[in-house]
Each structure stands twice: as C-alpha cells, then as structure tokens.
C-alpha cells in the first residue's frame, strides 16, 4: 500500500489551521496582559482568569474528548463482553464529572485563589507534602501525552500508510510548538477549532458507514447475535460492581486531573466556571452519540464482503483498531481522511492539555515553591516553556514502547482517582485533615490497590475481596477495587489525621515533633499574587490559636 497523498495534503493543512490559529491566540494573549498588567504566569496557566463562557465550554470539552477516548469507545461498543452499555457508562460518567467539577469544586479552589489544583496540598500540608503530591500529579499527566497519541499513530498508520512514529512526532511537535507560544489562551482557542472539526468530521462519517452495503441495519443487531455478538453488551450480574466501579472511577477519577480543574480556575468567574462545566457535561454526551454509532456500525458489518476480508477484526485480535479499519474499508477515501482529521484534533486536544497541566504543577508548585521560590516572572515564563518542551519530548518519546502504554496509562489514571481525587476531596472540605493523614493516605491506598491485582497488566491479586475466582489460573476481582481503594485512601486520611491532632493538641506527643504544625492547623489561606509569584500567609498557619 502506497503513502496516501491526497490525505497527507488534508493534514498537513489541518495541521497549518491550528498552528495558524495557536500563534494567533499567543499574540492576542499578549495584549491581553499588557492590557491588564497580568503578571506572566497567571497569563500563560490561567490566560488572567479572564476565559469567557463559550471559549471555556469548547475548551473543558475538547480536553477530555481525545484521541484515546474516541477510539477507545468505537472498541468498548465493538467488543462483545463491553458494547454500548459500558460507552454509554463512560460518557455519563464523564458528563457526571463535569457538573461534579463545577458544583463542588470549582468555587472553595477559586475563593483561596489556586493557580493549580495542588495549590490546597501546598497550604494545607505545607510544602514538603505538596511537592510530593505534584509529583503524582506529574506522573499523571505525563502518562497521559503518549496514551492519547497512540491513538492517532494507529490510526494514521492504518489509513495514510505513514510510519507511526513519523504521524506521533508531527503531531507532538505542533501541539507543542502552539503550547509554547501561547499557553492557555492558545490551547483554548485551537480547542474551539478541534472541537468543531471533532464532531462535524464524525457526524460526516457516520451516514458512510452505517450505509454501507456491507453493514446491516444496527437496530437489528443491537440485541440479536447475527454476524457478531449484540452490539448492546453483555449485562451481567455477577459484573455489576464492576460497572458501577468503573463509573466512579470515570467520573470521580477525571476530578484527579489538573487539566480538568485549570479549565474552572481560568475562568472569568465562579459563576461563568459554574455554567462552563454545566453545558460541557450536556455536549460531551451529544458527541458521544456518532462515536457510538461507528461501533454499533463495526458491529454489524460482514467483514467478509469487505477489502478487510475474513476474520474479523476482534477474531484477528484488532479490536483497538476497528475504527481506522471501518473508516477504511466501509468508506470513501476522502471521507476516511476527514475520519483522520477527527482523532487528530481529538488527540491535539487532550496532548496540548496534558503539556500545560504538566508545565503549570512544575513551574508553580516545584520551582516557584521548592527550587526558586525568589525567581522573577521573566524566570518562570522561560520555566514554563523548558517544562513544556521536556514533558512533550518525554512524554511521546514514551509512546514507542507500545507493549508498555497500557501500563502507563493504568498507573497514571489509578493514581488520579486513588491518589489525587481522595488527597483534594479532603484538603478541600475536611478541616481536621494534616499533613500525617496525606502521608497514610498516599501509602495505605497505594498498598491496597496494588495488592488488589489487575489481570489486564498481569498484577496477580493478593487480596482477595468477595466475589473473587479463580478463571483460567488468573485470579478475578468481581468487588468494585478502585473505589475500595479510593475510599481507603479517605479514610486513612481522615483516621490518622484525628489521630495526629490528638496526639500533639494534648500533649501526648512534644511539639518539637509536630513537623506539619498541626496544633496550629487552619483553614487553605488564599493565595495572592506577588511580583510575579504566589506566596501564601504562611503566617497565619503558623501562628498558635492561643497567640
């Protein structure tokens, strides 16, 4: 198979219209500051809080409609033990967290003034644990840059005949290149471009395929068995924990993300944060409908009358590549290009997302807090742009060991729900937790997480909750784990905490040992911009309640 020209040149200039449209949003930026006298980092991380509600709508939107969450769906619906009712589970449940973001959380990080979601960690804690704590949320968002090119390398391949590391690098390379010039304000404003092109690129394909004359009628096969399995999904009772597991881990989990809350903090307003997350968590659900579609298309087609030929391809084991293959052998060229165009501005989406979550913990909460609390904002704007650099090198450097994504990309997101959501849940709305319960936080759900197992990674079980058997020599948890582990990491935050608190505010313990200052725990002190840094009234934290 010969490099496709035609569709080569459709990217390229897809790729030219974001570039094009990120180097615009960085010189109005730009303005903007000199405008407002903003200070550089407040601009580049949060675009001067000054994002408005229809900007702030495509943006939340396209960050977590990605690469990974299109072609992960068409598989989910495809695949007969998942089908439609586990897409249709993701979907609300991502649409869940949305208005989750915007209800809860969006208003006590903005009154204390956050510039990232470790912000909290940092006054709550104190410095050393909120370090600690940023660098999970690093490790996150660094796992999520090459999970999320994956799925454009597969399909580009597939489609355009283009080697896969040539298609991960080229599109690294513009995200990054736009990332850089513009922070915020030019990942919001190509969101809008990418966004559009997502949904109107997959409404386009959808008529193609579902008319195709090798795709029977999706209504008739969504309950019966005909050419594959009901495309509806296997809804087994024995799996309804895992179901409602994997719910909470998607619509709690996302609230683990940085990226998910920088596009609430960039926000105009509380109450523009509020409606942004309110008519995000609406559209998400509106696009999910044509990526459903597709799989149900996938589902009902007689691979054998295609070009793709017998088996199929869950029988070949290509399951996590049906959608390049349908777009390719059940529609016109043209049309399997525009299908192209979709993932890759999905993928840009999310990876241009990912590289200034990354950039915003380093630079505000590593080398403003730890490393060069005293840097200027000259300083920190260069910060920015290296940490950028190197998390986009790394980070798709990491997509060629293909073998090893799916492990990344667990850790990562386990880490965001298990870790991350628990550690903010409670900085944020528990006064009594400190810096001790963090620590056991962090460890006891760790521990019981990993102990739990997961046979998709080959993590053999060591705890066996109720409803674990014994299948194939593999050890199977039928017990909602993530949420177990979740919860454990409250409630060890919590316990020890208390416990702490008790020990040092009677006395059982000497004060000289109190290294998280807990006899004179108070409340998150707002943050407040000073000369281009974020300092916090440590003083007040400090100081005893009896002084």
């Avoid at 897809?14 to 601009?43: C, H, N, P």
């Avoid at 994956?150 to 290149?177: E, K, N, Q, R």
Wanted: charged share 10%; glycine share 8%.
């Amino acid at each position: 198979m010969a490099v496709n020209v035609p569709g080569v040149i459709v990217m390229v200039v897809f790729y030219l219209l974001v570039l094009g449209t990120g180097i615009w949003a960085s010189f109005k930026s730009k303005r903007k500051q000199k405008k407002s006298g903003a200070t550089g980092m407040e601009m580049v991380l949060l675009g001067n809080r000054s994002i408005n509600l229809v900007v702030g709508v495509f943006t939340m939107t396209a960050t977590w409609v990605g690469g990974g969450v299109i072609v992960g769906a068409v598989e989910m619906v495809y695949t007969p033990s998942m089908g439609m009712s586990w897409a249709l589970l993701m979907f609300v449940a991502y649409s869940m967290s949305f208005i989750t973001a915007g209800l809860l959380f969006a208003k006590p990080m903005r009154d204390i003034n956050c510039v990232t979601m470790l912000d909290p960690f940092k006054l709550k804690y104190g410095k050393v644990m909120g370090v600690v704590l940023s660098l999970c949320s690093l490790f996150v968002d660094l796992t999520w840059v090459p999970s999320t090119l994956m799925g454009l390398g597969g399909m580009m391949s597939v489609v355009l005949d283009l080697p896969f590391s040539a298609c991960i690098w080229i599109s690294a390379g513009v995200a990054i290149t736009y990332t850089l010039m513009g922070g915020l304000y030019s990942v919001a404003y190509t969101d809008i471009i990418q966004l559009v092109l997502i949904f109107v690129g997959l409404c386009i394909c959808v008529p193609f395929v579902l008319t195709s004359p090798h795709t029977l009628d999706i209504s008739q096969t969504l309950m019966n068995n005909t050419l594959h399995a009901p495309w509806i999904g296997e809804l087994e009772l024995r799996k309804s924990w895992i179901m409602i597991d994997d719910f909470l881990f998607f619509a709690l989990g996302s609230l683990g993300y940085q990226a998910f809350h920088q596009r609430t903090l960039s926000a105009s307003s509380t109450a523009t944060a509020k409606l942004t997350s309110l008519f995000a968590a609406v559209i998400i659900l509106v696009i999910g409908i044509p990526i459903i579609l597709l799989g149900a298309a996938a589902a009902s087609t007689d691979w054998n009358q295609t070009t793709y030929g017998s088996p199929s391809p869950y029988e070949r084991g290509e399951a996590a590549m049906v959608l390049p293959i349908a777009l390719q052998h059940l529609t016109p060229p043209f049309i399997s290009i525009i299908g192209i165009g979709c993932v890759a501005a999905a993928v840009m989406s999310s990876a241009d997302s990912a590289l200034l979550s990354a950039s915003s913990v380093f630079t505000n909460n590593i080398y403003n807090t730890i490393l060069r609390p005293q840097a200027s904002d000259r300083e920190i704007q260069w910060v920015i742009r290296v940490s950028v650099v190197v998390v986009g090198v790394v980070g798709t450097s990491l997509s060629s060991l293909k073998n090893s994504i799916l492990l990344f990309w667990f850790i990562g997101a386990e880490m965001a729900y298990t870790i991350n959501f628990s550690q903010l849940l409670c900085a944020l709305f528990f006064n009594i937790s400190n810096g001790y319960g963090s620590i056991m936080g962090l460890l006891v759900g760790l521990m019981i997480r990993l102990l739990s197992g997961d046979p998709i990674i080959g993590l053999e079980a060591i705890l066996h909750f109720p409803g674990c058997t014994l299948e194939d020599g593999v050890y199977v948890q039928y017990a909602p784990v993530k949420t177990i582990s979740m919860l454990s990491t409250i409630a060890a935050i919590l316990l020890f905490s208390y416990l702490a608190s008790v020990l040092f505010n009677k006395g059982v313990l000497p004060e000289k040992w109190d290294v998280f200052k807990v006899k004179a725990q108070h409340s998150p002190v707002p943050l407040s911009p000073v000369g281009g840094a974020i300092e916090e009234e440590e003083k007040l934290k400090n100081k005893h309640p009896s002084e």
